[in-house]
C-alpha cells in the first residue's frame, strides 16, 4: 500500500496525449518554479471580468471542461484549467508537494499577465491545491466542489485496519490551511457522495472563518456533481463578489 499509494491518489497521471488543436479556449505553458511545464487551457474573460482558476479532480483530464467554460464565458466569466506535473501534457511527477507548487504558479502566470481579478475553484482533489493556494495568495475568492478536510482523514475511512497517517505521503492537509483564508468561500458538496463524504466537506466548512457558504446538491454523489444548478451556483457566488474582494 506504501509504494502504490500514489498510483491509488493520482489515477489521471497518464501518457495520454493532448490534442494538437485546443477543444476549447487557447492552450497555455505555465512553467513552475522546480522546472517543469503544466499544459493548461484558457478561456479568456470579458475586460474586467473575473477568470476562475480550475484545479481539477484526481481522475479529471482538462479537455472535458469546455462545458464549463462555454457556461462561464455565457456571463463574461474566464476559465484557466490545469494539468498537474504528471498529467496529459505536462512534464514531472505529481506529489503534494509538487502539485502544490503547480498551483502558486498558475495563479502567479495569471497575475503577471493581469488576468483577473482570480477566483479559485477546487474539484475534490483539486479543492486542497485551491485551499492552500487561497492561503498563500491573494485571490478574490474561494470556491469548493466536494471537498475533503484532509486526504489522511479520508485514506484512513477507506482503510481503517491499516496505519494511514503513519505511511501516507500526500495528505493535504486542507484543514490545517483553511482558516488562513479570510475571503468569501463557496462550499458545493453531493448529498450522496460516496467518495468523499459530505461530512468530510462540513468538516472543512466548520474550520473556515467567515463569510462562508455551504451549499448541498440534494439527489446528486461524486462523479455527477457537475449539474447545470452546480455551475448557476458558481456563476451567481462569482457575479456577487464586491469589487477588490480578496482572500487576504
Known amino acids: 500500500m506504501y509504494f502504490a499509494q500514489r ?73 484557466l ?16 508537494t509538487g502539485l502544490l507548487v503547480d498551483g502558486l504558479a498558475a495563479f502567479d502566470w495569471l497575475e503577471e499577465r493581469g488576468i483577473g481579478p ?23 475568492a474561494l470556491v469548493l466542489v466536494s471537498a475533503y478536510d484532509s486526504i489522511a482523514s479520508l485514506a484512513q475511512r477507506q482503510y481503517p485496519l491499516l496505519p494511514v497517517r503513519l505511511l501516507i505521503r500526500d495528505s493535504f492537509r486542507s484543514d490545517l490551511r483553511i482558516a488562513q483564508v479570510s475571503g468569501p468561500k463557496l ?28 451549499v448541498v446538491q440534494h439527489g446528486h454523489g461524486h462523479n455527477d456533481i457537475w449539474s447545470a444548478a452546480l455551475v448557476e451556483s458558481i456563476i451567481v457566488f462569482t457575479n456577487a463578489l464586491p ?5 487576504d
Open 7 to 79: 498510483a491509488l491518489l493520482f489515477p489521471g497521471a497518464t501518457a495520454e496525449k493532448m490534442p494538437s488543436a485546443p477543444p476549447w479556449g487557447e492552450w497555455a505553458a505555465i512553467r513552475t518554479p522546480d522546472g517543469e511545464t503544466l499544459a493548461a487551457l484558457l478561456s479568456r474573460p470579458s475586460s474586467g471580468k473575473p477568470t476562475l482558476l480550475l484545479f481539477p479532480g484526481n481522475g479529471d483530464n482538462i479537455v472535458h471542461y469546455g462545458f464549463l467554460a462555454d457556461s462561464l464565458a455565457g456571463h463574461g466569466l474566464g476559465l
Open 81 to 96: 484549467a490545469v494539468s498537474y506535473r504528471g498529467y496529459p501534457g505536462s512534464t514531472g511527477s505529481p506529489s503534494e
Open 118 to 140: 482570480v477566483v479559485l475553484l477546487g474539484r475534490s482533489l483539486g479543492t486542497g491545491v485551491a485551499v492552500n493556494t487561497a492561503a498563500e495568495r491573494k485571490a478574490g
Open 187 to 214: 462550499f458545493l458538496h453531493g448529498e450522496t457522495d460516496g467518495l468523499i463524504p459530505l461530512s468530510s466537506g462540513e468538516t472543512l466548512f466548520s474550520l473556515a472563518s467567515e463569510p462562508k457558504t455551504f
Open 243 to 247: 469589487s477588490g474582494a480578496s482572500t
